[in-house]
């Protein structure tokens, strides 16, 4: 019975959850936590003094857990940015309509994007739906020729009639990159649907001027070069203006899931954007615990969590600290933990194990991509167990898996969790694509099976509740920090949780496989 766990671990699953302190083991956790999250770590942005204080601070809780290190001889493998500023008071933006230039004022009506070097960009407006094309699915709203030369508008997220997975990765900025490259388009302009905006526009704003950054190696450098823009959805008349279509009409078809149209708007953008380059320097922690067995130890289960956060912003009520208290503080915390209950433990694995705290995380998975593209382990990564903002608000009775039924670690995720009675819960909003949106997707691009975690709640309750409102209230904002409720006695059973998965995954006879009917299994080396 291949990947069977055995009586005998599932019994001691049952036996640790009996005799645990869950309160000291919380308290433990959350102790890395407020260190990580102080506000003298000033946000742990890539390239800053904090991002490097809990970067010292990490590798030294890998070397107490007997960790070895997993960059030769130092925990730290290097990463290089390329770090993007806006020169907000010297670009410009306006929309022309009839020969006439209507001025738009950043922050309040659009966001603009980053390029790599100062742009000017003059062009017409295509409305594309979705602006997806889904080769798979049969599905694309950029076959029009029209759209070649001008800005392709569109509405953010995906006709709900094709599968999550499927539409999550063809929604991945890198993926649309290409598609609108192929379209020809001269830009870009996305605007959230109100319905699904996890971050409040206002709160988007107040951040729009924060440093976006991307790899500096040519080979893996990301960055477009042409117009991009976030506009405002409560402030788009202007640019539907004459088209005979409005954007609560396109909202409208979104709800009840009918086809978008796409048409041409009578709309120009005319814009100059100023940007300024410097490079940086980061890294990524990686710690080893080698496995037991000699014909298994060159395979590499990989548990994996980010450090950096946002850094510094605009003052919201006298605080500008992007804390990342839950995102991700609580994921390297229990990194750290689960590296030390397997040293107290003495727990031996037959596959080796890699404990991998990744920067760049926030400027969109540089960190976990670069590892994936540039490994220090020698041997094959088989597995990514990925932890960030799994949020432990309340206790623990359900937990949310993203990538549930796509391999087989789904599989081990219900057993072990069930062991000690946590029901286990497939993804409820897919249309947010958070399966491609945290650093298990760098690993899933190379065939890696992944999970990642978020506790889980039914329909209706207080959990429910408290779950949307830090989303709306905490989510990439300064109130994720030390003075938020957090239920430590949760956390700390979720970490047990993820030593029996780790323990199950190390152990098989076989390492994790995708499902056959797995979008992702295409990614699979043949």
Known sequence: MRRRITFA?????????????????GKAWWAHIEFLADDKLEGRNVGSKGYEAAADYVAGQFER????????????QPV???????????????????GKATAVTPGDEALLGYPPQTTDT?????????????????????????????????LMGGPAQIDGNLRSHFSSAEERGKAMKAAGVAGTIAIPNPSSMDIPWSRQSANRLLARMGL??????????????????????????????TFDEILAAAKVNQPLPRFPLKTKVRAHVVTNREKVESRNLVAI?????????????????????????????????????????SGIASLIEIARTLQTGKVKTKRSLVFLAVTGEEKGLQGSRYFSERSTVKGKIVADINMDMFLPLFPLKY?????????????????????????????KDPNANRFIRSDQYSFIKKGVPSL??????????????????????????????????????????FNSILVGLLRRVADADRAPSWKTDSFFRRFAPK
């Open 399 to 427: 937990l949310e898996i993203q990538g549930l039924n796509e391999s087989t670690l789904g599989d081990d995720i219900r057993t072990v969790a069930g062991a000690v009675k946590v029901e286990i819960q497939a993804d």
């Open 452 to 493: 990642a975690f978020k506790f889980g709640w039914l329909p209706g309750s207080n959990e429910e509740k408290l779950y949307k409102a830090w989303y709306t209230n905490r989510y990439h904002a300064v109130t994720d920090d030390l003075t938020q409720p957090v239920d430590l006695e949760a956390a700390a059973q």
């Open 289 to 329: 615990r080698p496995g037991s067995d000699p014909k298994l130890k060159n395979e590499f289960v990989v548990i994996s969590a980010h450090l950096d956060h946002l850094g510094v912003g605009a003052p919201v009520n006298g605080d500008s600290v992007f804390n990342g208290a839950m995102d991700d503080a």
């Open 216 to 245: 500096a190696d040519p080979t893996l450098a990301t960055q477009a070069g042409n117009f991009s823009a976030t506009w405002n959805p409560a402030k788009t008349a202007l640019l539907f203006a004459g088209s005979g279509h």
């Open 122 to 154: 003059e062009a017409p407006l295509y409305f594309a739906g979705y602006g997806l094309d889904i080769p798979d699915a049969g599905y694309s709203d950029l076959k029009e020729p029209a759209l070649k030369g001008a800005i392709a508008v569109y």
């Open 65 to 76: 857990a007997g960790l070895k290190p997993g960059a030769g001889s130092t925990y730290s």
């Open 9 to 25: 671990l599932l019994f001691a699953l049952v036996l640790t959850a009996a005799e645990t302190d869950w309160k000291a083991a």
């Open 80 to 98: 290089e940015f390329a770090k993007l500023t806006l020169n907000e008071p010297a670009s410009t933006l306006a929309v022309l309509q009839d």
